[in-house]
């Protein structure tokens, strides 16, 4: 099999290294990293698979990695998130890149096939599609995806793709959730840290990051004015959080959260939001984000009662939360209106407009998350990475260590200007000694 780069085209790589420079300029903890990982290559010798969003932010990333020592395998997390002059330049940089914007099923889990080939000892991933695949061949399972990874790879050996993995990371709660289920199962083959879970990414990127980029889509991609408008927001974590804020801020009429879980909807309540069933809400929003992680969280028959000229849009890692495949069936008619944005008639009449497919807003009408919150996620990869080159670890699912999370923060803060304050000797004593009181 060819261990050449696949991407759209080579020429684009002038403009992806303007692009990577840009992201480089915003991202000074991972670039603070990237310096101590060129002097120690605490990866050294070791193939990193990484399965995530190729974006300039990623890119960043690889260039740490690769400054570490590591051959680096870069494939994307969702087929029509790739910037193709990011890919253009990296592979150009002698990452091996099998990534386009744009990709079919079947070229997107050939991307998987590739990335196995190289037998990696660490895995990166966003959404779990790479980890989740190792598992299907560790298990023997043949469905589609696995004969198209053949197509490429070419027959693996699943006890020997494992026995050469020291461990993995994980991007997203819906990757995360995948995990879970594997160890809850008995079936996790090799230890993942989920990323997801340290406070400086899902804190800031979670909430700020996917609450401003979300909207910088729906905008991209609508133009529409928020202001005025009734906002439905399906989940109420902190992605769903970041989006109801700023939702907020736009000027948005009402926003409406739609939650399952009674503390998440007590929250949403305390914060001043309005919280209701779908059905409900339904009939009252103008535009709906969903950012569950589950399924058909907008169903057809939700879609049935919405006004005239809704928006639909889906900032969770799968394309499942909105019913589109029951929104193409029932349609009368489709059209695409701008990029990114399709017109469905309904048999009642009503017309409703889907962003991306209902695939990752942010990512397909924009361009991701901006460089200063992935600055802290990455980070976290970076050292996540680290981490499981120096440690032997057995299977399970780790968060990251605390003090490498708050190393994360406190080199932020330092870029940023800000200063902590410090605890004296006596503040010390008594915060760690039991007599004293009151």
Same mark, same amino acid.
């Given at each position: 099999?060819? *261990? #050449?780069?696949?991407? *759209?085209?080579?020429?684009?790589?002038?403009?992806? %290294?303007?692009?990577?420079?840009?992201?480089?300029?915003?991202?000074?903890?991972?670039?603070?990293?990237?310096?101590?990982?060129? %002097? /120690?290559?605490?990866?050294?010798?070791?193939?990193?698979?990484?399965?995530?969003?190729?974006?300039?932010?990623?890119?960043?990333?690889? %260039?740490?990695?690769?400054?570490?020592?590591?051959?680096?395998?870069?494939?994307?997390?969702?087929?029509?998130?790739?910037?193709?002059?990011?890919?253009?330049?990296?592979?150009?940089?002698?990452?091996?890149?099998?990534?386009?914007?744009?990709?079919?099923?079947?070229?997107?889990?050939?991307?998987?096939?590739?990335?196995?080939?190289?037998?990696?000892?660490?895995?990166?991933?966003?959404?779990?599609?790479?980890?989740?695949?190792?598992? *299907?061949?560790?298990?023997?399972?043949?469905?589609?995806?696995?004969?198209?990874?053949?197509?490429?790879?070419?027959?693996?050996?699943?006890?020997?793709?494992?026995?050469?993995?020291?461990?993995?990371?994980?991007?997203?709660?819906?990757?995360?959730?995948?995990?879970?289920?594997?160890?809850?199962?008995?079936?996790?083959?090799?230890?993942?840290?989920?990323?997801?879970?340290?406070?400086?990414?899902?804190?800031?990127?979670?909430?700020?990051?996917?609450?401003?980029?979300?909207?910088?889509?729906?905008?991209?991609?609508?133009?529409?004015?928020?202001?005025?408008?009734?906002?439905?927001?399906?989940?109420?974590?902190?992605?769903?959080?970041?989006?109801?804020?700023?939702?907020?801020?736009?000027?948005?009429?009402?926003?409406?959260?739609? /939650?399952?879980?009674?503390?998440?909807?007590?929250?949403?309540?305390?914060?001043?939001?309005?919280?209701?069933?779908?059905?409900?809400?339904?009939?009252?929003?103008?535009?709906?984000?969903?950012?569950?992680?589950?399924?058909?969280?907008?169903?057809?028959?939700?879609?049935?009662?919405?006004?005239?000229?809704?928006?639909?849009?889906?900032?969770?890692?799968?394309?499942?939360?909105?019913?589109?495949?029951?929104?193409?069936?029932?349609?009368?008619?489709?059209?695409?209106?701008?990029?990114?944005? #399709?017109?469905?008639?309904?048999?009642?009449?009503?017309?409703?407009?889907?962003?991306?497919?209902?695939?990752?807003?942010?990512?397909?009408?924009?361009?991701?998350?901006?460089?200063?919150?992935?600055?802290?996620?990455?980070?976290?990869?970076?050292?996540?990475?680290?981490?499981?080159?120096?440690? *032997?670890?057995?299977?399970?699912?780790?968060?990251?260590?605390?003090?490498?999370?708050?190393?994360?923060?406190?080199?932020?803060?330092?870029?940023?200007?800000?200063?902590? #304050?410090?605890?004296?000797? /006596?503040?010390?004593?008594?915060?760690?000694?039991? /007599?004293?009181?009151?």
């Amino acid at each position: 099999m060819s *261990k #050449e780069s696949r991407v *759209k085209d080579l020429s684009l790589a002038g403009r992806g %290294r303007e692009q990577l420079y840009w992201a480089e300029r915003n991202m000074p903890v991972l670039m603070e990293i990237r310096k101590r990982f060129e %002097r /120690e290559k605490p990866l050294s010798g070791l193939t990193v698979a990484a399965c995530l969003h190729v974006t300039k932010e990623t890119g960043v990333l690889v %260039r740490t990695l690769a400054a570490g020592g590591a051959r680096v395998v870069l494939i994307p997390s969702n087929p029509l998130s790739t910037q193709d002059e990011v890919a253009a330049a990296l592979a150009q940089e002698g990452v091996y890149v099998y990534a386009w914007r744009g990709m079919s099923e079947r070229e997107y889990y050939n991307a998987i096939g590739f990335a196995l080939s190289f037998n990696p000892a660490i895995t990166l991933d966003d959404g779990a599609d790479l980890t989740a695949t190792i598992h *299907k061949i560790r298990y023997g399972v043949r469905d589609q995806s696995i004969e198209y990874v053949y197509e490429v790879a070419g027959p693996l050996d699943g006890e020997r793709l494992v026995s050469g993995l020291r461990g993995g990371t994980e991007e997203t709660t819906t990757g995360v959730i995948r995990l879970r289920a594997l160890k809850n199962a008995g079936k996790l083959v090799y230890p993942i840290i989920a990323v997801n879970e340290s406070y400086t990414k899902y804190l800031f990127d979670n909430r700020y990051g996917t609450g401003q980029s979300t909207w910088d889509g729906v905008m991209r991609a609508t133009n529409l004015l928020v202001a005025g408008k009734n906002v439905v927001v399906a989940g109420y974590g902190w992605v769903g959080r970041g989006i109801a804020i700023r939702a907020r801020g736009l000027g948005a009429r009402r926003v409406i959260v739609v /939650e399952v879980d009674p503390v998440r909807a007590l929250e949403a309540v305390f914060d001043g939001f309005e919280v209701m069933p779908m059905d409900k809400a339904a009939e009252v929003g103008d535009i709906f984000i969903t950012a569950t992680g589950n399924i058909r969280a907008v169903s057809l028959g939700h879609i049935f009662k919405m006004k005239d000229g809704a928006v639909l849009a889906n900032a969770g890692h799968f394309n499942v939360e909105i019913d589109v495949a029951g929104l193409e069936r029932v349609a009368v008619a489709k059209k695409t209106i701008r990029p990114y944005l #399709e017109e469905y008639t309904l048999p009642n009449g009503r017309r409703v407009y889907l962003i991306g497919e209902g695939r990752l807003v942010n990512l397909v009408a924009a361009e991701g998350h901006p460089s200063e919150v992935m600055d802290l996620s990455f980070a976290n990869q970076a050292l996540a990475a680290e981490y499981i080159a120096k440690n *032997k670890l057995a299977v399970d699912v780790y968060k990251l260590p605390d003090e490498i999370d708050r190393e994360v923060a406190r080199l932020k803060l330092k870029t940023m200007g800000v200063e902590l #304050e410090e605890l004296t000797e /006596e503040q010390r004593r008594y915060i760690s000694s039991w /007599e004293l009181g009151t």
